[in-house]
């Protein structure tokens, strides 16, 4: 996508997740500073809002998601096996990074509601322009 090459989409810490929680706060820790390093800007989502634009509700599961894409962008990355869950979050956090920087930070909370149906024509248009193929 043209305008936005060097900015990195990270999805934040799901807060309530249970299980290696200081492991993926050091990776997260590591990955930030080293951006910071190499002075590539970068912007988090909320994992409720990877899970509302892939999956269609904040409850979506990464198998939710992924059937989401599957059916709704034809893309399938179900071959490689579970590395294809991260690439269907990957495909939807560059797409909400997308969303973000032309609508920018103050936009940006009200459009990812996605509840208004002309509000999600808008999207679906501007991320055609971007070259994602996402029906909202």
Request: proline share 2%; with cysteine; glycine share 12%.
């Amino acid at each position: 996508c043209k305008g936005w090459e060097g900015i990195v989409g990270i999805e934040n810490y799901a807060f309530k997740a249970k299980g290696k929680l200081f492991q993926i706060g050091e990776i997260g820790g590591i990955l930030k500073y080293h951006l910071g390093n190499l002075t590539l800007p970068y912007t988090l989502f909320a994992p409720v809002h990877v899970k509302m634009m892939g999956g269609g509700h904040s409850k979506a599961s990464k198998f939710d998601i992924a059937m989401n894409i599957q059916k709704k962008h034809h893309l399938d990355f179900s071959g490689l096996g579970d590395l294809s869950y991260d690439l269907y979050d990957a495909y939807t956090i560059a797409a909400l990074t997308a969303l973000k920087l032309d609508y920018g930070n103050d936009q940006y909370s009200s459009i990812t509601s996605l509840a208004n149906p002309s509000m999600k024509e808008k999207l679906r248009k501007k991320l055609t322009e971007k070259g994602f193929q996402y029906s909202l």
